[in-house]
């Protein structure tokens, strides 16, 4: 099932426009979101690993992971939703899911696919949007986005005229 055609999101794919590494977030996050998070990684059967710092661990749970002192080391949560893509999940705040992906890795229809098949997943497991803003831009303009009511990915920005 294809979401969104290449065509009309190529600008939204590009590097160089929108950061090798956008932005993507699930707002009005919870514990219990990031949980079930963790725990669709495992069910899905995607690669992934858990770090803390340096040193790769077994995947903790989201309580254990989000009742860390703010100076204990970095965590990131390494998944890989398709062979050569590359998602990284930042476990910092309770209150938002924050990731990203590499814009290089998702190039042509097979990366869109790849994208929104990822953020259908994640999206329709909460039951919460998912959304997509350039890197470093605002959350309030995303450009793209899981949309729970229709069940899809969906283009939230326009693109520039060719």
């Given amino acids: 099932m294809t979401d969104l055609r290449w065509d009309e999101v190529r600008e939204f794919f590009d590097p160089d426009l929108m950061g090798a590494l956008p932005n993507l977030f699930v707002p009005d996050a919870t514990v219990e979101d990031w949980q079930t998070v963790l725990d669709l990684v495992r069910t899905r059967g995607w690669q992934w690993q858990y770090s803390q710092g340096d040193t790769v661990l077994p995947l903790p749970t989201a309580a254990e992971v989000l009742a860390r002192p703010p100076e204990a080391e970095t965590v990131s949560l390494r998944v890989w939703p398709a062979p050569g893509v590359l998602a990284i999940f930042r476990l910092i705040s309770e209150t938002e ?24 997943a994640i ?6 949007p998912v959304l997509m803003t350039p890197e470093g831009g605002s959350q309030e303009h995303p450009v793209l986005g899981f949309d729970p009511v ?12 060719n």
Avoid at 112 to 117: K, N
Avoid at 123 to 128: F, T
């Fill in 97 to 120: 899911i924050d990731f990203d992906v590499n814009l290089r890795e998702l190039q042509g229809q097979k990366g869109v696919d790849t994208l929104c098949d990822f953020l259908r």
């Fill in 123 to 128: 999206g329709s497991e909460l039951g919460k």
């Fill in 150 to 161: 229709v069940s899809k990915v969906i283009l939230l920005g326009d693109p520039a005229p």
